[in-house]
């Protein structure tokens, strides 16, 4: 296989380290990589889908890898198989499960699929009457995309109203809360399965933790994601239930013909009535994959070989019994303003010494220094009984004046 992976997040570097390990694929192209995975592949550019399409044409590539979400719902797929690749992610209409919430709660009430209570509204309604057929706190989300940041949970039904007019007035998100989407808020723990997709068969992949808030003991707004955790302790009745509702799941999606080959990504609260789907997202979590892959023992290459060649139900997944814990570094701000341009300093022989993984995210390079551009900076991966101290002791080691991190990565449900 030629292979190429678009984007060049934390998740997409691990995406790509994974797949240089494997016998099946011959050469790896990367499009936007950060610099820290830049030696995993071919950098190729292009200014938009088509022109990407013909490159990748032109260098013998067979395969598409599409990480993030944006580029799935502009229809990066149509355009791919439209050339004749084959596509590890879904057309524009099936992105529509992670890409509107009303769409995908609707695809849940109407298949029976275990779904909070929830209203969705447009421009025109009036919030305090909406939100009185609702307790708090209150689930306020924006329909639409908004980088992670569009659903709110609050107290005071002050604040829901003003975020209700923020969004349904197309102020916040570039209109993405146009349509927006009250819900019942549910208590539980929450975890992310996901699982690989290829239009008959959906098979479940270790489930992850991933750590949502900003602050330690889960306070403080929710991030694209502090750091997460694989495999994550469950009840047998909890397992048993989720399995049901992977099932009912499956078939939900056939009937649809919601069908497509890559990843639906099940974000579960267990509550104490049995797991609720929280959302769906149609491609790898991060950072939940930099902690899961490290843990696959089975070929990557031919994992993505038999999901888009949808051969999935000849593929058993084999994995390791040890634990990972990925700490993610972020920049003093985040999520709101995270502060940017500040210089990084990453022992990375140390890193080889202590067989810690780094998975690069919001980073630029610029004459051999490395800076930050995003909030969320790096990604330490570490695998093994001492995992968590391992990850710990090497965050202390980087030089970043405006580092931040949780510090209780890897408490909750894990071994
Ligand atoms: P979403 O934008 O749907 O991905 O939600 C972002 C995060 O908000 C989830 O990962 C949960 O932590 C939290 N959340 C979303 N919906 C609910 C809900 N109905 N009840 C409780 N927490 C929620
Ligand atoms: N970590 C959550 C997500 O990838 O959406």
């Known amino acids: ?23 099946l694929v011959e050469k790896i192209y990367l499009y936007k990589p950060n610099p820290l995975m830049k030696n995993l592949g071919n950098e190729i550019e292009a200014a938009d889908f088509e ?33 004749g690749f084959k596509v590890f992610g879904p057309d524009a209409r099936e992105s529509k499960l992670e890409s509107s919430k009303v769409f995908a709660r609707e695809f849940m009430k109407r298949n029976n699929l275990p779904t909070p209570n929830f209203k969705a509204i447009v421009e025109g309604a009036n919030p305090s009457e909406c939100l009185n057929e609702f307790s708090p706190p209150y689930v306020i989300k924006a329909d639409g995309l908004a980088g992670g940041k569009g659903t709110k949970i609050v107290q005071d039904i002050a604040g829901a109203i003003s975020i209700l007019d923020d969004y349904l007035s197309g102020r916040a998100f570039k209109g993405a809360g146009k349509t927006t989407v009250i819900e019942e808020y549910l208590e539980g723990y929450e975890i992310s399965a996901m699982c690989l ?14 750590y949502k808030r900003i602050f330690d003991n889960d306070e403080g707004e929710n991030t694209g ?4 955790y694989s495999p994550v302790r469950l009840t047998d009745k909890e397992k048993d239930d989720i399995y049901t509702l992977f099932s009912d799941l499956e078939k939900a999606l056939k009937k649809e013909n919601l069908r ?21 997202n149609v491609r790898f979590g991060d950072p939940e994959t930099q902690c899961v892959l490290p843990r696959l023992r089975t070929d990557f290459g031919k994992v993505i070989e038999y999901t888009v060649g949808k051969r999935l139900d000849e593929l058993h997944l084999d ?26 300093l990453i022992p990375f022989e140390k890193a080889i010494d202590e067989k810690i993984l780094l998975f690069g995210a919001g980073i630029t390079a610029k004459d051999g220094r490395l800076f930050n551009t995003g909030g969320r900076v790096l990604n330490i991966v570490a695998i093994g009984s001492d995992c968590k101290e391992k990850v710990y002791s090497f965050a202390e080691t980087i030089k970043f004046q405006t580092k931040y991190y949780r510090k209780d990565i890897g408490k909750g449900r894990c071994l």
């Open 51 to 83: 022109l990407l399409a013909k490159k990748a044409k032109e260098n013998g590539i067979d395969t598409i890898v599409v990480g993030p979400e944006l580029p799935l719902t502009e229809g990066i797929g149509n355009v791919f198989r439209r050339w």
């Open 197 to 210: 997709w290829d239009g008959n068969t959906l098979l479940p992949i270790e489930l992850a933790h991933d």
């Open 260 to 280: 497509y080959t890559g990843v639906l990504y099940i974000g579960l609260m267990l509550t104490n009535k049995g797991p609720f789907i929280l959302e769906f």
């Open 1 to 23: 296989m030629r292979i190429l992976i678009y984007g060049g997040g934390g998740r997409e570097h691990a995406l790509a380290w994974k797949l240089s390990q494997s016998e």
């Open 225 to 228: 994601g502090m750091g997460s």
């Open 319 to 344: 994995w390791s019994d040890d634990p990972c814990v990925c700490l993610v570094i972020a920049s003093d701000g985040y999520p709101q303003s995270p502060k940017t341009d500040v210089e990084l």
